[in-house]
């Protein structure tokens, strides 16, 4: 019995060394390089796979132009390869290699690859800047349609803002705005996912268009187009009669409170509360606050993020209230982990108020359409404590 077990172990262990020595360790072929087509930044090199049955994709090597040794990667369903993220016009030395199935991989193939001039300059060089309300509008082009990082100097001749802006479209249109009404400078640098940059460069001055807060003391609750926010100590005028809710004082509890058995037994989404203005306005952004009191809750945390306030919304702007223009849809966002933890930031953030800003300057209207369409959970109610738009009053 005992060498028949010898003699069975012996077997395995001889099966097992020869299939390991039949494994394919022979490296695939050489590709052929076809074309090298320079582009901005970078270049796309052309190629015929060798014959192999067993190709899995072709590697690039190269020393980017920050010294930043790069490896890319290209499918064997595909007969070319992009290069990118450089910002040079000298020549670099590209390595490129076939691996099949078993990661063996061919000899070497060295591809000389002289790069046009990166796209970031062609960005610089297309921004332009005009005046907006509460601010300006800065638009580029992008002709290789790859995300830019545009740093924005702001400099009023005391001090200096910078603001970023990332876009990977072909052309980019940005509403920069919150800014006084007072001369600017305006410079910006540009940069690209590889950190590749231009240089800080000038792009004139100009002075913001005047923007003010729009005055709330005209505004008044159209019933009949909209739900019932006065559940409980709510009510759907506090939306906007300038009390912020807190939770550090009981008395400013602010907040319209939409309930289920007021409105039907039901959340029917969307949830409109229609304002009439009483007179012509245009915005350019506006600020909204989550209901703060916690009914039974901790007494030093705010019920942000929490089930019953109001996440997302649609705002919608008309001048007789029966025919609407969308203004955008807007998320506050769900900061909270899979335990229900809230960032500190977060809350901080939400007690100065979610700011949004639109594409556009809007149209003057006269009656605006705030239509919830989500909370944090809650199937019973709907809290929001207040809103602050801003533009030009009373056109």
């Known amino acids: 019995m005992k060498k028949l077990i010898l003699f069975t172990l012996f077997c395995f262990i001889s099966f097992s060394c020869s299939k390991s020595e039949d494994g394919d360790t022979n490296p695939p072929s050489v590709l052929t390089v076809d074309t090298v087509t320079p582009t901005n930044g970078g270049g796309v090199i052309s190629y015929t796979l060798p014959n192999d049955t067993d190709i899995l994709y072709v590697r690039a090597e ?50 000389e690859l002289t790069p046009l001039e990166s ?63 007072v001369e600017i400078n305006i410079s910006t640098r540009v940069e690209d996912f590889d950190q590749n940059t231009t240089t800080l460069e000038e792009k004139g001055s100009l002075t913001p268009l005047f923007e003010e ?31 912020i809710d807190t939770v550090n004082n009981n008395s400013d ?30 915005i350019t952004r506006f600020t ?24 997302t919304f649609t705002m919608y702007a008309s001048n007789d209230a029966q025919v609407w223009e969308e203004l955008g849809q807007f998320d506050i966002g769900d900061p909270r982990d899979s335990e229900g933890n809230i960032p500190n930031t977060a809350l901080e ?13 809007s149209e003057a209207f006269r009656y605006l359409k705030f239509s919830v369409t989500s909370n944090y959970g809650s199937e019973a109610y709907v809290n929001g ?9 009373n056109l």
């Open 349 to 361: 953030s939400a007690a100065n108020g979610h700011e949004f800003e639109l594409d556009e300057v």
């Open 385 to 393: 404590s207040e809103i602050t738009m801003y533009g030009l009053d």
């Open 253 to 282: 509890n602010s907040y319209f409170m939409i309930w289920r058995d007021l409105n039907g037994g039901s959340l029917n989404w969307p949830l409109d509360l229609v304002i009439d203005l009483n007179k012509m306005v245009k």
């Open 119 to 181: 796209f970031i300059y062609l960005v610089q060089e297309s921004i332009e800047v005009a005046s907006d309300l509460g601010g300006f509008r800065i638009t580029w082009e992008n002709i290789e349609s790859k995300t830019v990082y545009v740093f924005v100097h702001i400099n009023n001749g005391i001090e200096e803002e910078i603001r970023i802006l990332s876009s990977n479209s072909a052309e980019e249109s940005i509403a920069v705005r919150g800014l006084p009404s």
């Open 213 to 243: 807060e729009i005055d709330k003391s005209t505004w008044t609750l159209v019933a009949n187009q909209s739900v019932n926010g006065n559940a409980w100590e709510g009510a759907s005028v506090n939306f906007w009669d300038d009390v």
């Open 62 to 111: 190269y020393t980017n132009s920050n010294g930043v040794d790069v490896s890319r990667a290209s499918s064997y369903h595909n007969n070319s390869i992009e290069i990118d993220g450089l910002n040079q016009t000298t020549p670099l030395i590209i390595t490129l290699y076939v691996v099949d199935e078993n990661y063996n991989q061919s000899p070497p193939v060295y591809v």
């Open 288 to 311: 909204v606050w989550q209901r703060a009191y916690w009914y039974n809750g901790p007494s030093d945390v705010p019920y942000y993020f929490q089930e019953e306030n109001m996440k």
